[in-house]
């Protein structure tokens, strides 16, 4: 495969973190194709990229007009057959392996020969992704992390069949996205999951162990680790229903106790406390 010069870039679903790659996108420069499944969802991730890109301005890291240029360069779908021009889509949809093999398989007959295919999953194999196609070398992992304009690093993950060629265009565009990309092999976690999640599940098992409330073992590992923020406030902000499908599935890859989510967040999920995005987590949200 000749890898292109990357030009347009599409984004698949466009929650917290699909809409904070298309901003990403749009700031650097690309034409950027964002798809929802309703135009809703297309409206609601606009509008929150357009307010961060308006505290940009209003914090003058950013001109009126560039913001202007910014959002322009965004068109939003909720058509798969959009992304026809474009020469990278970052998958960005819903962390379950049906869906993104289906979305995988639907998009290869109408991406031109030589777009990549990059998959933005936290915890499930790139290689596993990339079977849904019959040109698998096109397919990489792009792991953003929450929130996805801040955090400086991107893991490029290079799958079983992922070709030099797409690993390398995939972290140029990291760079261009102003980025610190990492490249990586597609193992459970890759990098930073890998340490982090069995890291947050033993923060949450002492919550019950040192019968410790949440603000104080946000302050305990704040003020006394130099953590950015506390573990029960990074878990609200990633999504407790993220935090639990990743823990589980790297237990069930890897078998190692501390990647199990602790019951406690299991119950909260079942119970809907998904942190920031349903307003209620470890702590209520307005
Ligand atoms: N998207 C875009 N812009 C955003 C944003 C978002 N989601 N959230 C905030 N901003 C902008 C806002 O405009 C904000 O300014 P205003 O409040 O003036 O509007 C500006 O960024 C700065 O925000 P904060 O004041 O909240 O910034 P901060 O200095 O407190 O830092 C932080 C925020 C970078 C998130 C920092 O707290 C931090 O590093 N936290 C740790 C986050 C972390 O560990 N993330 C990884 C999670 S794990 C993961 O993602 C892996 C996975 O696979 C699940």
Known sequence: MTVPEIRRVGVVGLGAMGAGIAQLAIEAGYATVGREVSDELGE???????????????????????????????????????????????????????????????????????????????????????????????????????PAPLMPLVEIVRAELSSEEAVEAAFTVGERLGKRPIRCHDTPGFVVNRVLIPLLNDCLRVLDEARVSPEDLDTAMTAGAGWPMGPCTLVDLVGIDVHVHASEALYEKLREPRMAPPPRIVAMRNAGLLGRKTGRGFYAYD
């Not at 933005?120 to 079977?131: K, M, W």
């Open 44 to 146: 609601k991730a606009y509008e929150r990229i357009a307010h961060f890109l308006q505290r940009k301005v209003d914090k003058e890291r950013m001109s009126e007009a560039e913001c202007e240029a910014a959002l322009a360069s965004l068109s939003l779908t909720t058509e798969l057959s959009a992304f026809a021009d474009c020469d990278l889509v970052i998958e960005a949809v819903v962390e379950d392996l049906d869906a993104k093999l289906e979305l995988f398989g639907a998009l290869e007959p109408i991406v031109h020969r030589d777009a990549i295919l990059a998959t933005n999953t936290s915890a499930l194999s790139v290689t596993e992704i990339a079977s849904a196609v019959s040109t698998p070398e096109r397919v990489v992992g792009m792991h953003f992390f929450n």
